[in-house]
Protein backbone atom coordinates (compact mmCIF):
# COMPACT_ATOMS: atom_id res chain seq x y z
CA UNK A 1 0.00 0.00 0.00
CA UNK A 2 0.94 3.81 -0.54
CA UNK A 3 3.34 5.55 2.29
CA UNK A 4 2.55 9.12 1.67
CA UNK A 5 -0.38 10.75 0.30
CA UNK A 6 -0.89 14.08 -1.26
CA UNK A 7 -3.71 16.97 -0.89
CA UNK A 8 -2.77 20.77 -2.46
CA UNK A 9 0.81 20.34 -1.93
CA UNK A 10 0.64 18.52 1.36
CA UNK A 11 2.26 15.43 1.76
CA UNK A 12 1.49 13.22 4.99
CA UNK A 13 1.70 9.27 5.92
CA UNK A 14 -1.45 7.71 4.49
CA UNK A 15 -3.52 6.56 7.54
CA UNK A 16 -2.30 3.13 7.84
CA UNK A 17 1.12 3.76 7.62
CA UNK A 18 0.37 6.30 10.30
CA UNK A 19 -1.39 3.83 12.29
CA UNK A 20 1.72 1.25 11.82
CA UNK A 21 3.88 3.38 12.80
CA UNK A 22 2.47 4.75 16.19
CA UNK A 23 0.98 1.58 17.25
CA UNK A 24 3.18 -1.20 15.42
CA UNK A 25 2.32 -3.73 18.15
CA UNK A 26 -1.33 -3.73 16.90
CA UNK A 27 -3.68 -5.14 14.11
CA UNK A 28 -3.62 -2.05 11.76
CA UNK A 29 -7.57 -0.85 11.36
CA UNK A 30 -7.65 2.60 9.82
CA UNK A 31 -9.13 4.75 12.47
CA UNK A 32 -6.46 7.40 12.00
CA UNK A 33 -7.96 8.32 8.82
CA UNK A 34 -9.54 10.95 11.07
CA UNK A 35 -6.52 12.91 12.13
CA UNK A 36 -4.88 12.90 8.44
CA UNK A 37 -8.55 14.79 7.45
CA UNK A 38 -7.94 16.84 9.84
CA UNK A 39 -4.18 17.47 9.27
CA UNK A 40 -4.22 19.73 6.16
CA UNK A 41 -7.11 21.80 7.47
CA UNK A 42 -4.35 22.49 10.75
CA UNK A 43 -1.57 23.06 8.45
CA UNK A 44 -3.93 25.71 6.51
CA UNK A 45 -5.25 27.17 9.71
CA UNK A 46 -1.44 27.37 11.21
CA UNK A 47 -0.35 29.09 7.86
CA UNK A 48 -2.51 31.75 8.43
CA UNK A 49 -1.73 31.78 11.68
CA UNK A 50 1.77 32.17 10.90
CA UNK A 51 1.22 35.06 8.62
CA UNK A 52 -0.23 37.13 11.36
CA UNK A 53 2.49 36.25 13.92
CA UNK A 54 5.09 37.80 11.19
CA UNK A 55 3.26 41.01 11.40
CA UNK A 56 3.12 40.90 14.90
CA UNK A 57 6.97 40.10 15.32
CA UNK A 58 7.72 43.11 12.61
CA UNK A 59 5.45 45.57 15.51
CA UNK A 60 7.16 44.13 18.34
CA UNK A 61 10.39 43.40 18.06
CA UNK A 62 12.74 45.85 15.93
CA UNK A 63 14.24 47.71 18.68
CA UNK A 64 16.29 44.63 19.66
CA UNK A 65 18.52 45.87 16.41
CA UNK A 66 19.21 48.75 18.10
CA UNK A 67 20.43 46.97 21.65
CA UNK A 68 24.41 47.14 21.97
CA UNK A 69 26.67 44.64 20.54
CA UNK A 70 23.60 43.12 18.58
CA UNK A 71 24.82 42.07 15.36
CA UNK A 72 22.07 40.42 13.67
CA UNK A 73 18.66 38.61 14.62
CA UNK A 74 16.90 35.52 12.65
CA UNK A 75 13.21 34.07 13.58
CA UNK A 76 13.14 30.84 14.65
CA UNK A 77 10.88 27.78 15.60
CA UNK A 78 7.54 27.24 14.70
CA UNK A 79 7.13 30.66 12.97
CA UNK A 80 10.20 30.33 10.46
CA UNK A 81 8.46 26.51 9.92
CA UNK A 82 5.51 28.31 8.48
CA UNK A 83 3.35 26.07 11.03
CA UNK A 84 2.52 28.58 14.25
CA UNK A 85 -0.05 27.68 16.54
CA UNK A 86 -2.62 30.52 17.64
CA UNK A 87 -0.80 29.99 20.59
CA UNK A 88 2.98 30.41 19.28
CA UNK A 89 5.65 32.70 20.94
CA UNK A 90 8.14 34.15 18.89
CA UNK A 91 11.19 32.29 18.87
CA UNK A 92 14.43 34.59 18.26
CA UNK A 93 17.87 34.03 17.42
CA UNK A 94 20.42 36.48 18.62
CA UNK A 95 24.12 36.96 16.93
CA UNK A 96 26.86 39.29 19.50
CA UNK A 97 30.21 40.77 19.10
CA UNK A 98 32.72 38.91 19.74
CA UNK A 99 33.14 38.60 23.68
CA UNK A 100 30.09 40.23 24.53
CA UNK A 101 27.31 37.61 24.38
CA UNK A 102 26.81 38.11 28.00
CA UNK A 103 26.26 41.75 28.50
CA UNK A 104 24.15 41.76 25.16
CA UNK A 105 21.73 38.99 26.63
CA UNK A 106 21.37 41.51 29.92
CA UNK A 107 20.33 44.31 27.85
CA UNK A 108 18.05 41.87 25.38
CA UNK A 109 16.37 40.82 28.46
CA UNK A 110 16.31 43.88 30.76
CA UNK A 111 15.11 45.74 27.89
CA UNK A 112 12.42 43.35 26.30
CA UNK A 113 10.71 43.15 29.73
CA UNK A 114 10.59 46.51 30.34
CA UNK A 115 8.59 46.81 26.89
CA UNK A 116 6.78 44.03 28.06
CA UNK A 117 7.55 42.05 25.50
CA UNK A 118 9.12 39.13 26.94
CA UNK A 119 7.61 35.77 27.09
CA UNK A 120 7.12 34.78 31.09
CA UNK A 121 5.06 32.62 32.71
CA UNK A 122 1.84 31.88 31.59
CA UNK A 123 2.26 34.86 28.95
CA UNK A 124 3.43 33.04 25.82
CA UNK A 125 1.31 33.71 22.72
CA UNK A 126 3.15 36.60 20.60
CA UNK A 127 5.67 37.35 22.81
CA UNK A 128 9.52 36.96 21.98
CA UNK A 129 11.21 34.08 23.29
CA UNK A 130 14.94 34.13 22.61
CA UNK A 131 16.11 30.88 22.62
CA UNK A 132 20.08 30.81 21.48
CA UNK A 133 22.62 33.57 21.57
CA UNK A 134 25.50 33.12 19.42
CA UNK A 135 29.24 35.16 18.93
CA UNK A 136 29.02 36.68 15.55
CA UNK A 137 30.81 34.41 13.18
CA UNK A 138 30.83 31.57 15.54
CA UNK A 139 31.09 27.82 14.15
CA UNK A 140 27.48 26.84 14.68
CA UNK A 141 28.08 23.35 13.26
CA UNK A 142 26.71 21.18 10.61
CA UNK A 143 23.34 22.64 9.04
CA UNK A 144 21.76 19.48 8.41
CA UNK A 145 21.86 18.57 11.86
CA UNK A 146 21.38 21.60 13.37
CA UNK A 147 17.50 22.54 13.67
CA UNK A 148 17.34 25.83 14.85
CA UNK A 149 20.11 27.36 12.41
CA UNK A 150 18.88 25.17 9.56
CA UNK A 151 15.44 26.55 9.81
CA UNK A 152 16.41 30.06 11.15
CA UNK A 153 15.02 33.06 8.95
CA UNK A 154 17.13 35.96 9.28
CA UNK A 155 15.69 39.91 9.37
CA UNK A 156 18.49 41.92 10.12
CA UNK A 157 22.17 41.70 10.29
CA UNK A 158 24.63 44.17 10.84
CA UNK A 159 26.74 43.27 8.13
CA UNK A 160 24.53 44.22 5.48
CA UNK A 161 23.43 41.22 3.13
CA UNK A 162 20.86 41.62 0.75
CA UNK A 163 21.18 38.09 -0.98
CA UNK A 164 19.33 36.37 2.36
CA UNK A 165 16.64 39.90 2.45
CA UNK A 166 13.03 38.55 2.83
CA UNK A 167 9.85 40.78 3.04
CA UNK A 168 9.98 40.53 6.52
CA UNK A 169 13.69 42.13 6.84
CA UNK A 170 13.80 44.80 9.05
CA UNK A 171 14.76 48.45 7.47
CA UNK A 172 17.06 49.83 10.03
CA UNK A 173 16.92 53.58 11.50
CA UNK A 174 20.19 55.12 10.80
CA UNK A 175 19.78 57.57 13.32
CA UNK A 176 18.87 54.93 15.77
CA UNK A 177 21.92 52.71 14.42
CA UNK A 178 24.46 55.61 14.73
CA UNK A 179 22.90 55.99 18.62
CA UNK A 180 23.78 52.23 19.27
CA UNK A 181 27.41 52.85 17.37
CA UNK A 182 28.00 55.79 20.22
CA UNK A 183 26.99 53.61 23.09
CA UNK A 184 29.44 50.83 22.20
CA UNK A 185 32.23 53.04 21.79
CA UNK A 186 31.51 54.84 25.15
CA UNK A 187 31.06 51.20 27.11
CA UNK A 188 34.04 50.03 25.08
CA UNK A 189 36.71 53.30 25.58
CA UNK A 190 35.56 53.20 29.45
CA UNK A 191 36.13 49.78 29.69
CA UNK A 192 32.08 49.28 31.25
CA UNK A 193 31.84 47.01 28.29
CA UNK A 194 35.10 44.57 29.33
CA UNK A 195 33.47 44.72 32.87
CA UNK A 196 29.61 44.26 32.71
CA UNK A 197 30.87 40.91 29.99
CA UNK A 198 32.65 39.69 33.47
CA UNK A 199 30.31 40.84 36.09
CA UNK A 200 27.06 39.40 33.71
CA UNK A 201 28.62 36.45 32.46
CA UNK A 202 29.49 35.46 35.82
CA UNK A 203 25.99 36.16 37.31
CA UNK A 204 24.00 34.27 34.53
CA UNK A 205 25.91 31.62 34.52
CA UNK A 206 25.21 30.40 38.05
Request: hydrophobic residues 35%; aromatic residues 12%.
Amino acid sequence: YNVIEEKNGFFMLTPLEAEARSEPSRPLTGLKNEVNKNFYEKRIENIKNTHKKWKKFSKISKFIIYIPYVRSVSVTGSVALNNASSKSDLDIFIETQGKRIWITRLFVTMISWIFGRKRRLKKISNRLCFNRYVCEDSNLGPRYINYVVKNRISVWKQKKNTENETIYSFKPNYIGLLIKTMAEFILNITGLGTLGEKISGSAQIR
